[in-house]
């Protein structure tokens, strides 16, 4: 019955007749709210389904249910037509189930192969673990799937397009039946989603049932047989692909048509030099970048995973050192290389990693939006809390920040409220360069919208935008110009309406 | 949904009136009370006015001290060498005093001492990036070999100035100096943290040190001045305890720096920083000082002292869990 | 066992033929002590009477701190036997901890002098006699409390239950005490953990609750200083009030007797000449000579300037006057030890 | 090198093992360089007696430190290992007087010890309360406990086995003391469990990222658990041959040893944060603070040297292994 991607040479029975994983009724609540409503999903063996819907719409939920993270307050669970109990993680993966995170679930300190092996170190004699096989079966598996890693290099040196294939090739290790993947391909690159999406349907010949989470519809419409979409925790419809549309299935997620996802309201871009970086380099990974941004801009950045992106992002705002190179705004030049002469001369980061560099989660909304703006609100070194509240709450109305009020903390909105609430952060400060890191990872397709409106606003209202992104679409749709970046260099600066898909590319593999 | 997922939240405790009476606080203020009204049945004594004042003077020193550690601790950082400088101050100041018969130049030697290691303990931490639970062990050592060094005995007072004693055994009015002095530090403490843009900062900072920085806000600069303010603090306190022993003793502040921590934990300031109040701290130090008090009022065995507070301080923060469970739950 | 037992002869054996070699006269060349707790006044003093008369006699003198720490006691020993010295002067953190020490001396045969603490299957002990120290300074305060208090004594005693020596201090003062003042009582017995700042803390507490209290005895300066300091912080005037001070360990007990009205007496040990006794000890024992079990350091209560006879004073530094010292005749036995306390 | 070494290497902790092996060679380095700085400048330094007193010495921080280091890496502290020592003394020292019985002597020992382990390990793993608060607590409860119940008196062994006294007196071939021997063999078996056994890749692994740790189907709560247990015996092992040391139960046993062990164990660099670090790093960090105070004390500096010294040592030492690894990152 069993399936197991090391030794594919062996024949597997599965017995396609009985739903693999079969979940019925599902309801969930958190304190005053219904996660999940009478939900209910079938997964058939050998068979790719994916599961769509916007952030909040209860997937993340449900797959956590699946994985025994959460447990379920109503409706059942079976595998292969048996009714099961999952209470822990460790329950689930006995069934077989084997979920790929969209955030990384590795151990950082350890080898990769150690990693592939973590839910199950095989013992030699007397119960030792066994070091070899561990190895060998690791780099037997990569060969397998034709994944170039040293299973002993140290996982968190790696890149973390390469941490999760490690992840997915983890799930591949042991008896799995079911393999549920959220959001896979958020980091990865062109090459390893097609790799990946070998690797699924691989699976599915195999007669696993593989559960696919995405916001992408062109992946959907590529990989899955089925899906599912679940509205405000409840769920809406289940299809053949083949009955989808771009529009049906957006019309499912929101329940409405979005008609047009990069709404361009401003003008020309000015002249005026806003930011100018000259020959820039890092210890890391910068190469004698330059280039310059003008007031009313949105200069769109692009790269593959690893291109350097993120580090320019950090060393043009004064995060992290450099080692030489020039970066003016509006003709200062930033020195001493900080933060807070950054700031001072009006350039920020929207970072790509909310939770670690962005939030302070424990905080109320209100003190993480006045965060960089609070000496305006200050008297004497004493805050004006009246004028600062009503400021936030002049932001919170203007970007319909969805909040039951300034004191809720900040870790409790969704990501999409989050991400304006920081750029409130921002504007609340006034300034005149920001640097945007990847603005829409892990929003919905709704909030995406808004966070591009609020962009082109931005860049409307005079500020030089620098956006890092490695999604085409947000790239095309908002971008004046585009630069490409490849291996820490830039590689080429072209206008939007000289920019395609393929030259775009070229650029970035260098 | 979004909406009904947050609307659930704790958002009103955030106001000022919750935050005066959130969380462990309240449970705190029920234990006080207690702890208060079980000791004065047994011993009517306790609520003796010379008593109360012993209580007062006793909470004074760790509360000064308290003052700067819970602002220290909210930036996620801790301090364990003040028991060890609290005794070196002590020696310093009273030597110079000795020598200078100024007491504003003693005061000044104290406090510029007591700074310095607090600015040594910071540079270590936010400069070298040493962890500051071992960063202060090593300045505790380094303190307790070094006061040592300063003097082999106890500093005796040669200069006789009599503001220097009314330093500790002052009064203004009914209420002793040192209880006016601590006063004062708390009441800037706590209005430095509850209003001012430096004290949002501390809280940031302590809550997410990166995004702080992000924001153009110095982060090591703000560590670097609740690590100099809490050692300030501490050479208030090594004068005034001087005062109060009429010598500068390099014996003395043995396990002084578990006692001002276990109060403001007590107090339920997170050590992972972001969390706190200089009230709770309050309330905490009034806590362990009235059992260590009561024990003795009562005639119990004193060693009683030890283990009283080792119970009270796991089961309020037992408390305090089980609490936050409740709301959420 | 009958190996341990055949090296027990064997030692002795070599023991008694070395000190049959031995001419009264030999100095052992070096000699190492272990102190319990260097930085505390009293045993700085001690190693000064140490250092001097072993500066006299021509012997080297190394010694080792165990802050207060068994453990480091015993590590600190072993290091001294490993680089071969050849008598050993202890002062044990307490009685228990050092037995398996003088086992480890023995086998090794390095004679060992014990100060201040007597342990079991010790050869010798320099101390003195703390029941004894207590008492007689009890009997002045009782003097004292006759004429100047009216005859009443409500003793607050800041105390060490740590230690068995400091217990019998309280006790003699107590039971000299009411040798003159029968109806004497002890309203507090309180732990100031024989430091000041937490003396001071815990007399607080008490003064609060006993405004009677007249009398303050400290088991060692620092308690009694910190008992006074408690006195003071409270507001009230030292007009009625006595306080006994037991050590004389450093500078402040003199400062104390010089400023504060009410310091009146002190129990004066003389570390000094305990240290010196422990190297004449020393010496004997090197020499296999026959010395008694508990060898008994003079103490002497102090009333108001008798200190000026036992010390010089230069405001910085204190120098003992040996010949005041040395002329004072030490009991032979003590009235009470901590024997008598386990009973 | 052979070349089955390179693959155990390889593919044993990998990286990891690499990493630390570098950070172990410098500590070992470092031990080298104060042992020959006192062999020329200590008198007696460099003998057998000498070097074999400071491993008999420094069996009690080896022992209690594999405990600290294992809470360490689970991503906890337990600062009560210095109260447990003189806890522990008390059953172990009273039982024994009365029944002349080593092995029931050490039995009591060790049930208290796990009492203690478990009361630490359950507030900690499963009433979610802070190790740092828990352990604090109990540091104060226990030595409280020990003094009211003893009067602050220490309990003397008046049983004197010999099998007890060996633990103290006794070597092996005359040369090695046994409290040595025993402090070896358990670090051996530990460090065999935390590299080659599931359940010390499980520690590692709980430590590191305890939110990966459950999704792997580990049971996070019971490991934290069951590492509080395994360190309160193991200072229930030093807490044993400290009270063979001084002969007695002593109330005031083990007073800031936590503070030793914790500075030693982060020396070997055993990470506060977790699921960093190896036992053979804070072996190397107890002996190097050891052979560092030994030697000290064999040029006669006063204590207050020696804590000066310690201190900066400690502070140098962190900070340059914080150097290092930052570097490392950057390039």
Redesign the interface.
């Given at each position: 019955m069993s399936v197991d991607f090391l030794h594919p040479g062996e024949t597997v029975a599965v017995d396609k007749s009985v739903p693999a994983l079969e979940m019925r009724g599902i309801g969930k609540r958190f304190p005053g709210v219904v996660a999940l409503d009478n939900v209910d999903l079938t997964l058939e063996p050998g068979k790719i389904h994916a599961l769509m819907g916007e952030n909040g719409a209860g997937k993340s939920t449900l797959i956590k249910i699946m994985a025994g993270v959460y447990g379920k307050d109503a409706g059942t669970i079976s595998l292969r037509g048996r009714e099961a109990d999952i209470k822990s993680p460790r329950d689930s993966l006995k069934e077989g189930i084997k979920v790929v995170f969209q955030e990384i679930a590795l151990i950082a300190e350890f080898s990769v192969a150690e990693n592939i092996f973590l839910e199950g170190y095989p013992t030699g004699k007397g119960g030792s673990i066994d070091w070899k096989k561990i190895r060998a079966d690791a780099a037997a598996l990569f060969k397998r799937i034709g994944f170039n890693v040293d299973p002993a290099a140290r996982t968190g040196s790696l890149p973390v397009s390469q941490q999760q294939m490690v992840e997915i090739a983890r799930a591949l290790a042991h008896e799995a039946r079911v393999v549920v993947m959220d959001e896979p391909t958020s980091s990865l690159t062109p090459n390893e989603v097609s790799l990946l999406f070998t690797v699924i349907r691989r699976l599915a010949a195999l007669g696993i049932a593989v559960l696919y989470v995405s916001h992408k519809l062109d992946e959907v419409f590529e990989i899955a047989d089925t899906v599912t979409v679940l509205r405000d925790g409840r769920h809406v419809s289940t299809r053949p692909i083949g009955q989808h549309t771009n529009d049906t299935l957006i019309q499912d997620m929101i329940g409405r048509r979005i008609e047009n996802l990069f709404p361009r309201k401003r003008g020309a871009p000015g002249s005026k030099v806003a930011l100018s970086v000259e020959g820039l380099s890092t210890a890391k990974k910068l190469k004698d970048v330059s280039f310059e941004a003008h007031a009313g801009e949105v200069l769109g950045f692009f790269g593959l995973m690893g291109a350097g992106r993120t580090e320019l992002a950090k060393a043009i705002v004064g995060y992290d050192p450099i080692t030489s190179g020039a970066i003016s705004v509006d003709g200062c030049r930033l020195l001493p290389h900080e933060t807070h002469t950054g700031v001072r001369l009006g350039i920020g980061l929207l970072t790509e990693d909310r939770k670690s560099e962005g939030l302070m989660g424990e905080l109320p909304v209100y003190q993480n939006a006045s965060l960089a703006s609070l000496g305006a609100f200050a008297r004497m070194g004493f805050v004006d809390k009246v004028s600062e509240r009503k400021a936030v709450q002049d932001y919170v109305d203007r970007f319909r920040i969805r909040t039951p009020s300034l004191f809720q903390q900040v870790k409790n909105l969704s990501g999409g409220n989050q991400q304006k609430v920081l750029i409130s952060r921002w504007l609340m400060r006034g300034l005149k360069v920001i640097v945007v890191d990847e603005p829409t990872r892990g929003i919905d397709v709704g909030a995406k919208s808004e966070i591009f409106a609020l962009i082109d606003r931005l860049a409307g209202e005079g500020l030089a935008v620098v956006m890092m992104t490695s999604e085409m679409p947000e790239l095309l749709g908002l971008a004046d110009r585009i630069a490409v970046m490849c291996e820490g260099r830039l590689t080429a600066i072209m206008p939007r309406d000289e920019a395609t898909q393929e030259n775009i590319l070229n650029a970035a593999i260098g | 949904m979004d909406m009904s997922e947050l609307t659930q939240s704790s958002a009103p405790r955030r106001f000022i009136g919750g935050q005066l009476l959130g969380s462990s606080q309240l449970v705190l203020g029920v234990i006080l009370a207690v702890l208060c009204m079980a000791i004065s049945i047994a011993a009517p004594q306790f609520y003796s006015e010379a008593n109360i004042i012993a209580i007062l003077r006793q909470c004074a020193l760790v509360l000064i001290v308290a003052s700067g550690m819970t602002m220290l601790i909210i930036t996620a950082e801790v301090d364990l060498s003040v028991g060890a400088s609290l005794a070196f101050v002590g020696c310093i100041g009273m030597a110079v005093l000795n020598s200078t018969h100024s007491l504003t130049l003693g005061l000044l030697a104290a406090l510029a001492f007591a700074g310095a290691v607090g600015l040594f303990n910071g540079l270590v931490v936010t400069r070298l990036k040493v962890n500051s639970l071992i960063a202060t062990i090593g300045t505790m050592m380094m303190l307790q070999g070094g006061v040592y060094l300063f003097t082999r005995e106890a500093v005796q007072n040669h200069h006789r100035l009599a503001s220097f004693t009314v330093l500790g055994a002052g009064y203004l009015g009914a209420i002793p100096l040192p209880v006016v002095v601590a006063a004062l530090i708390f009441a800037l403490a706590a209005a430095t943290l509850r209003f001012t843009t430096l004290g949002r900062y501390l809280y940031a900072v302590g809550a997410n040190e990166r995004a702080v920085r992000l924001s153009g806000v110095r982060s090591q600069r703000l560590k670097l001045f609740a690590f100099v303010v809490t050692g300030l603090c501490v050479g208030v306190a090594g004068m005034i305890l001087s005062s109060l022993m009429n010598a500068g003793q390099p014996t003395a502040g043995r396990g002084f720096e578990l006692t001002v921590i276990a109060a403001v934990i007590l107090g339920g300031t997170s050590l992972l920083g972001g969390r706190g109040s200089l009230l709770g701290t309050l309330l905490g130090v009034l806590v362990l000082k009235v059992i260590d008090n009561g024990i003795i009022i009562l005639g119990w065995n004193q060693d009683l002292q030890m283990v009283v507070p080792g119970i009270v301080i796991i089961l309020a923060t037992y408390l305090d869990i089980v609490r936050n469970r409740a709301n959420v739950g | 066992m009958n190996w341990s037992k055949s090296m027990l002869f064997a030692s002795a054996a070599v023991l008694a033929l070395s000190a049959a070699a031995a001419h009264a006269e030999n100095m052992p060349k070096r000699i190492g002590y272990v102190t319990n707790y260097a930085t505390h006044e009293w045993y700085q003093n001690v190693i000064k009477g140490m250092q001097s008369r072993a500066k006299e006699l021509g012997i080297e003198l190394e010694v080792q701190d165990a802050n207060l720490d068994v453990a480091k006691e015993v590590s600190a020993a072993e290091d001294f036997m490993a680089k071969g010295v050849d008598v050993l002067i202890i002062t044990p953190v307490n009685e228990e901890g050092v037995v398996p020490l003088l086992r480890q001396a023995k086998s090794n045969n390095v004679p060992v002098v014990l100060e201040g603490n007597p342990v079991k299957g010790m050869t010798t002990m320099v101390a003195i006699c703390d029941y004894d120290t207590g008492y007689t300074a009890g009997v002045e305060a009782g003097k004292y409390a006759k004429e100047k208090l009216e005859g009443k004594a409500k003793v607050m005693n800041v105390g060490l239950p740590l230690l068995s020596a400091t217990v019998l201090r309280s006790q003699g003062f107590m039971d000299g005490l009411k040798t003159i003042i029968p109806d004497a009582v002890m309203v507090h017995d309180l732990d100031g953990g024989g430091n000041p700042d937490r003396a001071l803390e815990v007399s607080s507490a008490a003064l609060a609750k006993n405004a009677d209290i007249n009398i303050i005895y400290g088991i060692n300066d620092s308690s009694s200083l910190g008992g006074l300091q408690a006195w003071k912080a409270a507001g009230k005037s030292q007009d009625g009030l006595l306080t006994v001070g037991t050590g004389g360990e450093g500078l402040a007990f003199i400062n104390a007797m010089q400023n504060e009205p009410s310091y009146r007496i002190e129990a004066a040990m003389f570390p000094e000449k305990e240290g010196y006794t422990a190297i004449d000890a020393a010496v004997k024992l090197f020499n296999g000579e026959e010395v008694p079990e508990h060898i008994v350091s003079p103490t002497a209560p102090m009333n108001g300037d008798d200190w000026k006879k036992f010390y010089d004073y230069d405001g910085t530094t204190r120098k003992i006057k040996w010949d005041a010292v040395n002329a004072l005749q030490p009991p032979e036995k003590c009235m009470k030890t901590s024997a008598d306390l386990k009973k | 090198m052979s070349l089955a070494s390179t693959?155990?290497m390889?593919?044993?902790?990998?990286?990891?093992a690499r990493?630390v092996a570098r950070q172990e060679l410098a500590l070992l380095l470092c031990l080298i360089l104060v042992i020959a700085f006192f062999s020329f400048t200590a008198?007696?330094f460099f003998?057998v007696?000498?070097i074999t007193?400071v491993l008999?010495?420094a069996s009690?921080a080896l022992t209690a430190g594999i405990g600290c280091a294992i809470v360490f890496i689970s991503g906890e502290v337990d600062i009560s290992i210095g109260s447990l020592l003189a806890t522990i003394a008390l059953p172990l020292i009273i039982i024994m007087n009365d029944t002349n019985s080593l092995v029931l002597g050490i039995s009591g020992a060790l049930l208290f010890g796990l009492i203690i382990g478990v009361v630490n390990g359950y507030?900690t793993a499963y009433?979610?309360?802070?190790s740092?608060?828990?352990t604090?607590?109990?540091?104060?409860?226990m030595?409280?406990?020990v003094?009211?119940y003893t009067?602050?008196?220490?309990?003397?062994?008046d049983a004197a086995l010999?099998s007890f006294?060996a633990l103290?007196?006794g070597r092996l071939f005359n040369v090695v003391p046994y409290s040595a021997v025993i402090a070896i063999v358990l670090l051996a078996v530990f460090a065999y469990v935390m590299q080659?056994?599931?359940f010390g890749?499980q520690i590692?692994?709980v430590g590191?990222?305890p939110?990966?740790?459950?999704?792997?189907?580990?049971?996070v709560r019971r490991v934290k658990f069951t590492c509080f247990i395994i360190s309160a015996l193991l200072a229930t092992v030093a807490g044993i041959i400290?009270a063979?040391?001084?002969?007695?139960?002593?109330?005031?046993?083990?007073?800031?040893?936590e503070?030793q062990v914790?500075?030693a164990t982060?020396l070997g660099g055993v990470s506060?944060a977790g699921?960093?670090g190896s036992l053979t790093g804070m072996a190397l960090g107890v002996l190097i603070l050891q052979f560092l105070s030994?030697g000290l004390?064999?040029l006669?500096l006063?204590?207050?040297?020696?804590?000066?010294?310690?201190?900066?040592i400690?502070?140098a030492a962190?900070?340059f292994d914080?150097?290092k690894r930052?570097r490392a990152i950057?390039?």
């Open positions: - | - | - | 693959d155990t390889k593919a044993g902790p990998s990286m990891l990493l008198e007696n003998s007696r000498n007193n008999g010495q009690l507030l009433a979610g309360i802070n740092l608060i828990v604090l607590g109990t540091m104060f409860i030595r409280g406990g003094y009211l009067g602050q008196r220490a309990i003397p062994d010999d006294i103290s007196d080659h056994r599931p890749r590692y692994a590191g990222n939110e990966v740790a459950r999704l792997a189907g580990y049971d400290l063979a040391r001084v002969g007695s139960a002593q109330h005031t046993a083990g007073l800031n040893f503070f914790v500075a982060v506060l699921g960093i030994n004390r064999g006669g006063p204590t207050e040297w020696q804590l000066v010294i310690t201190g900066m400690i502070i962190v900070a914080e150097a930052r950057g390039g």
